[in-house]
Structure formats: C-alpha cells, structure tokens
C-alpha cells in the first residue's frame, strides 16, 4: 500500500499557474508509475497525466496538453504536476495516484492507490 499527500493548490486568476506536489511513502518510489487525476463538483473523477516509474513516458488529457506537466523525482518520492495558462474549466479538486504498473497509463483501474486530494480553484 502507498500513502500520498498532495500540496500546493489554491485560488489563482486565469492564466496563472500552479505547481501540484504529491509525496508517497510505502512501497518503493521507483517501482510503479504515477498519475493525477481531478474531480470537478456533480462530475466524475477523470484521468489528467501519468509519467511511467522511471519517468521516461508520459501521458495527457487532450483538455491539459501544452499546458500541464508531470515529472518525478525518485530521490525525493515526489511527483509534481505544473499547471501553466490555468482556466475556469480547469477547477476541481486534484488527486495524485499510485499505479499497480510501470507503464504510464489513463485508467483509473491501473491505480491502486489515492491521495486525499488538494483544491485548485481557477477564478478571477
């Protein structure tokens, strides 16, 4: 099991950025991929970005890409999600997951285990 604490949301303007920490404890960093997944209010979770353990793959939402990236640092057990050029549509609450895989995939059924979530509200 791998436990998860996200950071580093907030209310910023549209246009502004943010940059999203997770760190897991548990298993070892290094051995499954990562993703971020976020919940708008009355919707459903949906799948944001992924990066495979090493980091070498990555994968987007069609809705994210250009703007978001994840990475990973394995010294640190963290992974981040830069969020540049923000817009309305993108407020929701974002969660960071931990995948049962290696390969960096989009379903929500390859991750095992959540984070409690940070919100990101983008309003002026």
């Known amino acids: 099991q791998v436990h998860m604490v996200e950071s580093g949301g907030g209310l910023v303007q549209p246009g502004g950025s943010l940059n999203l920490s997770c760190t897991a404890s548990g298993r070892t960093f290094s051995s499954y991929a990562m993703g971020w997944f976020r919940q708008a209010a009355g919707k459903e979770r949906e799948f944001v970005a992924a990066i495979s353990w090493r980091g070498w793959s990555t994968r987007y939402a069609d809705s994210v890409k250009g703007r978001f990236t994840i990475s990973r640092d394995n010294a640190k057990n963290t992974a981040y999600l830069q969020m540049n050029n923000l817009k309305p549509e993108d407020t929701a609450v974002y969660y960071c997951?931990?995948?049962?895989?290696?390969?960096?995939?989009?379903?929500?059924?390859?991750?095992?285990?959540w984070g409690q979530g940070t919100q990101v509200t983008v309003s002026s």
């Open positions: 997951a931990a995948s049962r895989l290696t390969s960096a995939t989009m379903s929500r059924d390859d991750f095992g285990s």
